[in-house]
């Protein structure tokens, strides 16, 4: 089993900057890729950046060049650092974990954390 918890949202300008946490605790042995993933209200939930254990990355084209996400091992801890961000991008942000060779489908998710852009 695995636990993930989210932190550092809030309210930002536009053209503002984030940085989102993600804390992982228990089976961490076990993961093989972590992502973060959004949804807006009255939108469907969406992928905005995956890293796996390799170090391979994804990122929504919308996101590109602006979001960045990074990992801390010692700590087990992963980061979406959010830069010049847009009133689209206001969401409720999900920490995700995936097992095996299951990288697109996380298995665990945390409880989300808000992330509000004001024009």
């Known amino acids: 089993q695995v636990q993930l918890v989210e932190s550092g949202g809030g309210l930002v300008q536009s053209g503002g900057s984030l940085r989102l946490s993600c804390d992982a605790s228990?089976?961490?042995?076990?993961?093989?890729?972590m992502g973060w993933y959004r949804q807006a209200p009255g939108k469907q939930r969406e992928l905005v950046a995956r890293l796996t254990t390799g170090g391979r990355t994804n990122y929504a084209d919308s996101v590109k060049g602006r979001f960045s996400i990074s990992r801390d091992n010692a700590q087990n801890t992963v980061y979406l650092q959010m830069n010049s961000l847009k009133p689209e991008d206001t969401a409720v942000y999900y920490c995700?974990?995936?097992?095996?060779?299951?990288?697109?489908?996380?298995?665990?998710w945390g409880q989300g954390t808000q992330v509000a852009v004001s024009s």
């Open positions: 995700t974990a995936a097992l095996g060779v299951a990288v697109e489908s996380p298995r665990y």
């Open positions: 228990g089976s961490t042995f076990s993961i093989i890729a």
